[in-house]
């Protein structure tokens, strides 16, 4: 069982940035691929970016290649995502997810942060 704990939301201008953080309880955190997604108002959630076990691979989302980087500090139990250059189309419900490297699907899912960009 993994536990997921999300902060770093908040209000920010058109171009500025923020940093999402993710903590994991339990002590097989590296066993995990653990990604960020995110769902806007009227629409579906979506997937934004996902990072392996130790970190060596990460993907993204085509609409934040370039402008968000996902990062995880297997000591801290924490997965990070860094913001930048934040559009008012990024404002969202963020959401931190986890799923056991063999697995397909991700299995746990954080209560989400929200984060408003405004123009």
């Known amino acids: 069982q993994v536990q997921l704990v999300e902060s770093g939301g908040g209000l920010v201008q058109a171009g500025g940035s923020l940093r999402l953080s993710c903590a994991a309880s339990?002590?097989?955190?590296?066993?995990?691929?653990m990604g960020w997604f995110r769902q806007a108002p009227g629409k579906e959630r979506e997937f934004v970016a996902a990072?392996?076990?130790?970190?060596?691979?990460?993907s993204y989302a085509d609409s934040v290649k370039g402008r968000f980087t996902i990062y995880r500090d297997n000591a801290k139990n924490t997965v990070y995502l860094q913001m930048n250059s934040l559009k008012p189309e990024d404002t969202a419900v963020y959401y931190c997810?986890?799923?056991?490297?063999?697995?397909?699907?991700?299995?746990?899912w954080g209560q989400g942060t929200q984060v408003t960009v405004s123009s």
């Open positions: 997810a986890a799923k056991y490297v063999y697995s397909a699907n991700y299995a746990y």
């Open positions: 339990g002590r097989t955190f590296s066993s995990y691929t």
């Open positions: 990072v392996g076990w130790n970190g060596g691979s990460t």
